[in-house]
Nanobody, 124 residues
Framework: QLQLVESGGGLVQPGGSLRLSCTASGFTLNYYIIGWFRQAPGKEREGVSC????????NYADSVKGRFTISRDNAKNTVYLQMNSLKPEDTAIYFC?????????????????WGQGTQVTVSS
């Protein structure tokens, strides 16, 4: 079964940092556009960031611009989300998925191979 696996979440104080990782089970990520999404309790799923297969194109939600950085290491079959200056409103379950587009309104496109997610909690 093709699936993505997220890791790296945890509890962090406001202003702190975390790095999330997204790896693949059963296939290589190298040829896929990868997106990070998050969902907080009682809220709709939000597109956070995406990266093209080469890494040359990236997009970010306005709420995380300047704080989060998406990157990929195809040799390690891994996509990362570096999260700095974390705020309590960043608290959510973070998911990665593979999709067809990383341009305008990328989060509206159909993304697949969702993982189980990793919990990020920002609290003092």
């Amino acid at each position: 079964q093709l699936q993505l696996v997220e890791s790296g979440g945890g509890l962090v104080q406001p202003g702190g940092s975390l790095r999330l990782s997204c790896t693949a089970s059963g296939f290589t990520l190298n040829y896929y556009i990868i997106g990070w999404f998050r969902q907080a309790p009682g809220k709709e799923r939000e597109g956070v960031s995406c990266i093209s297969s080469s890494g040359g194109s990236r997009n970010y939600a306005d709420s995380v611009k300047g704080r989060f950085t998406i990157s990929r290491d195809n040799a390690k079959n891994t996509v990362y989300l570096q999260m700095n200056s974390l705020k309590p409103e960043d608290t959510a379950i973070y998911f990665c998925a593979a999709g067809p587009w990383c341009g305008s309104s990328w989060w509206r496109y159909e993304y697949n191979y969702w993982g189980q997610g990793t919990q990020v909690t920002v609290s003092s």
